[in-house]
């Protein structure tokens, strides 16, 4: 199961997945641009089922872990990606939705599928694997607003939190510190109003660039693969050295 996989690094993991022989469920919002991503999926050889739903709503999450087990038979991975976050004013002149709608996003949204997918895997027993998106702004402040900080922060503590509890049924969990990526969001920001360098972005980096979606899908594939059976409760950086230095 991949969230947020529309675009960006969902739509990468889901077309790397796919070429790997994976038996998909692809939940986000914009069902136009999710359908175009399954029919992609597809032609490479994936298996896909389409769950066109918001994870901050906890029916839509289940109802995407339901299209699992009836298509096909349970669910063995996730990879909890859905995530929204910008640059922005001052704590003091963020308006109290934006604060609403990140948390809500990145924190409830992770949240809502940890619960739905948590309880389909200890019903079913065989162990399973889940990676959450988080952030090098999981760990520091990057610059980025202030509530998308907190909430980074948040689904690593979630992440350890359920990794400490889940690991007696067979069942990892890890997360992923992103840095600067190449993805819709980061376009935005580039573009934005007051437009922001690329080299603002990376220069804390020691391989200073934007990372290609698909070079983070390939560590969310490893992670939900048997080749990391050792690692759970993990903070795995993907960020270009960015919290090294």
């Known amino acids: 199961m991949i969230t947020g996989a529309s675009s960006g690094i969902g739509a990468a993991a889901t077309r790397l ?18 359908r175009q991503v399954a029919e992609q999926a597809d032609e490479s050889g994936g298996r896909v089922a389409v769950a066109v739903g918001d994870v901050t709503r906890p029916g839509d999450v289940a109802r995407a872990v339901k ?4 298509e096909f038979g349970g669910l063995d991975a996730a990879f909890n990606n859905a995530g929204q976050g910008s640059l922005g004013p001052s704590l003091h002149e963020v308006d109290h939705v934006v604060f609403e709608q990140i948390m809500d996003v990145n924190v409830r949204g992770v949240w809502n599928c940890l619960h739905a997918q948590l309880r389909c895997m200890v019903e079913r027993g065989a162990g399973g694997a889940i990676v959450n998106t988080s952030s090098t702004a999981g760990l520091f402040a990057t610059g980025a607003i202030s509530p998308y900080v907190t909430a980074k922060h948040a689904v ?13 049924h067979g069942i990892r969990i890890n997360a992923l510190v992103v840095g600067a990526t190449r993805t819709e969001m980061v376009q935005s920001v580039l573009d934005g109003p007051v437009p922001v360098a690329e080299s603002d972005l990376v220069h804390r980096a020691i391989q200073p660039r934007l990372a290609d ?8 594939a490893w992670l939900c693969s048997d080749r990391a059976s050792f690692i759970t409760g993990g903070a795995v950086p993907v960020d270009g050295g960015c919290t090294a230095v």
Do not use: C, I, S, W
């Open 213 to 220: 979606p698909v070079e983070v899908a390939q560590t969310a």
């Open 17 to 34: 997945f796919a070429a790997e022989g994976a038996r998909l469920v692809l939940m986000a919002r914009r069902e136009d641009r999710l």
């Open 156 to 168: 690593l503590g979630m992440t350890k939190a359920a990794a400490a509890e889940y690991g007696r």
């Open 67 to 70: 299209v699992a087990e009836q």
